[in-house]
Protein backbone atom coordinates (compact mmCIF):
# COMPACT_ATOMS: atom_id res chain seq x y z
CA UNK A 1 0.00 0.00 0.00
CA UNK A 2 2.94 2.39 0.81
CA UNK A 3 4.70 1.66 -2.62
CA UNK A 4 1.49 2.73 -4.35
CA UNK A 5 0.45 5.46 -2.33
CA UNK A 6 -2.84 4.06 -1.16
CA UNK A 7 -4.48 4.62 2.26
CA UNK A 8 -6.47 1.32 3.78
CA UNK A 9 -10.05 3.78 3.05
CA UNK A 10 -8.81 3.91 -0.59
CA UNK A 11 -7.84 -0.03 -0.58
CA UNK A 12 -11.12 -1.51 0.90
CA UNK A 13 -12.89 1.20 -1.57
CA UNK A 14 -11.58 -0.06 -4.34
CA UNK A 15 -11.95 -3.88 -3.15
CA UNK A 16 -14.79 -3.75 -1.95
CA UNK A 17 -14.73 -4.83 1.89
CA UNK A 18 -15.07 -2.62 5.20
CA UNK A 19 -12.15 -1.12 6.26
CA UNK A 20 -11.94 -3.11 9.60
CA UNK A 21 -11.97 -6.67 7.53
CA UNK A 22 -9.19 -4.97 5.55
CA UNK A 23 -7.06 -4.05 8.57
CA UNK A 24 -7.73 -7.24 10.31
CA UNK A 25 -5.91 -9.43 6.57
CA UNK A 26 -3.19 -6.42 7.16
CA UNK A 27 -2.15 -7.55 10.76
CA UNK A 28 -2.94 -11.20 10.34
CA UNK A 29 -5.66 -11.09 12.38
CA UNK A 30 -7.73 -13.68 10.24
CA UNK A 31 -7.56 -17.14 9.87
CA UNK A 32 -8.84 -17.75 5.59
CA UNK A 33 -9.19 -15.30 2.98
CA UNK A 34 -11.66 -15.12 0.05
CA UNK A 35 -10.35 -15.89 -3.05
CA UNK A 36 -12.26 -12.75 -4.60
CA UNK A 37 -10.78 -10.82 -1.71
CA UNK A 38 -7.41 -11.72 -2.46
CA UNK A 39 -8.17 -10.92 -6.43
CA UNK A 40 -9.29 -7.51 -5.41
CA UNK A 41 -7.03 -6.83 -2.99
CA UNK A 42 -4.01 -7.55 -6.07
CA UNK A 43 -6.02 -5.92 -8.55
CA UNK A 44 -6.01 -2.88 -6.69
CA UNK A 45 -2.32 -2.90 -5.74
CA UNK A 46 -1.31 -4.72 -9.07
CA UNK A 47 0.68 -7.64 -7.40
CA UNK A 48 0.97 -11.00 -6.82
CA UNK A 49 -0.23 -13.21 -3.88
CA UNK A 50 3.08 -14.14 -3.04
CA UNK A 51 3.52 -10.50 -2.95
CA UNK A 52 1.39 -9.79 0.07
CA UNK A 53 0.96 -13.33 1.52
CA UNK A 54 3.60 -15.28 3.81
CA UNK A 55 3.50 -18.86 5.02
CA UNK A 56 3.64 -19.17 8.65
CA UNK A 57 3.66 -22.64 9.90
CA UNK A 58 0.91 -23.89 13.11
CA UNK A 59 2.32 -24.38 16.30
CA UNK A 60 0.88 -27.89 16.00
Known amino acids: MADR ?3 LNELAEKVGITN ?3 SN ?3 GKIS ?3 FSTLN ?3 KALDCQPGDILEFVEDDD
Open 5 to 7: KMT
Open 20 to 22: VNL
Open 25 to 27: IKT
Open 32 to 34: AIR
Open 40 to 42: GIC
